[in-house]
C-alpha cells in the first residue's frame, strides 16, 4: 500500500461512529479453533483483537494505520505490529485462527491458508459487488464477486459456512456482504483422492 493509503486508514481510524463490537460470525464459530494462536489481518482498532484475547488467544494485530496500531499497544496477549500487507510475509503454518473483516486481498488468499496450521480456521467477512448497494469502496477491486470466495478457497479448505446477505453499513447504507468459515485440510490423503 501506498503512503496514502497509510494516511487515508489513520484518518478513517477516528471516526468515532466505528464500531467496537466483534462481528457476529467471530462470535458464533470462535469456538471451532483448536489452539490460540491468532491473527487478525488489517485489524483497525482491534474489535476483535480484543475479543480474541478475552477469549484466551494470543494474538498477532496486523494493520497499515499506526493510529489504528497505537491503540493496541500494552494490551495483555495482543501483539499490534504496523505493517504494508503488499509487502509483508505471513509466517507457515504459525495460526490456529485467522480473522480477515472489511479488508480484500485476492492476493492474500493462498498465503493466509499457508499460515494456518492444518485444521486451523478462517474467518471471513467482507463486502460484496452487488447493483443494489448504497455505499462501495473507491476501488471496485475491494469488493468480492458472488461465489468468489468458494472458488478460491474449496480446494484446500472444508467450507463450514458461506453466506452471501443484504445488510447496512455503520452509516445505515444498504449494502451486500459475503462470509465465510473454512478450514484448512490437514494434508491427509481422503478416500476422495485416492479414487480421483
Known amino acids: 500500500m501506498a503512503q496514502e493509503d497509510k494516511e487515508r486508514w489513520d484518518k478513517k481510524y477516528l471516526d468515532p461512529q466505528i464500531s467496537n463490537e466483534p462481528i457476529q460470525l467471530l462470535q458464533d464459530y470462535v469456538q471451532l479453533s483448536q489452539g490460540?494462536?491468532?491473527?487478525?489481518i488489517a485489524c483497525g482498532l482491534g474489535r476483535h483483537s480484543k475479543y480474541l484475547a478475552e477469549q484466551g488467544f494470543k494474538v498477532d494485530a496486523l494493520d497499515i494505520s499506526s493510529v489504528a496500531i497505537s491503540?493496541?499497544?500494552e494490551i495483555e496477549n495482543i501483539h499490534p505490529?504496523?505493517?504494508d500487507l503488499d509487502s509483508y510475509t505471513?509466517?507457515?503454518e504459525k495460526y490456529d485462527l485467522?480473522?480477515?473483516v472489511y479488508f480484500l486481498d485476492r492476493s492474500l488468499f493462498d498465503p493466509?491458508?499457508?499460515a494456518l496450521k492444518p485444521n486451523g480456521i478462517i474467518l471471513m467477512?467482507?463486502?460484496?459487488?452487488?447493483?443494489?448497494?448504497e455505499r462501495v469502496p473507491s476501488n471496485p477491486a475491494f469488493l468480492l464477486n458472488e461465489g468468489e470466495l468458494e472458488a478460491a478457497f474449496d480446494d484446500r479448505c472444508e467450507l463450514l459456512h458461506i453466506k452471501e446477505y443484504d445488510a447496512t453499513d455503520y452509516k445505515g447504507l444498504k449494502v451486500m456482504k459475503t462470509q465465510m468459515v473454512?478450514?484448512?485440510?490437514?494434508?491427509g490423503m481422503t478416500d476422495e483422492d485416492f479414487w480421483a
Open 125 to 133: 467477512e467482507t463486502f460484496l459487488h452487488d447493483q443494489s448497494n
Open 98 to 100: 485467522i480473522v480477515c
Open 112 to 114: 493466509m491458508i499457508d
Open 182 to 187: 473454512a478450514k484448512k485440510k490437514s494434508g
Open 71 to 73: 491503540q493496541l499497544q
Open 90 to 92: 505471513l509466517p507457515k
Open 81 to 83: 505490529k504496523e505493517v
Open 36 to 40: 490460540k494462536q491468532a491473527l487478525d
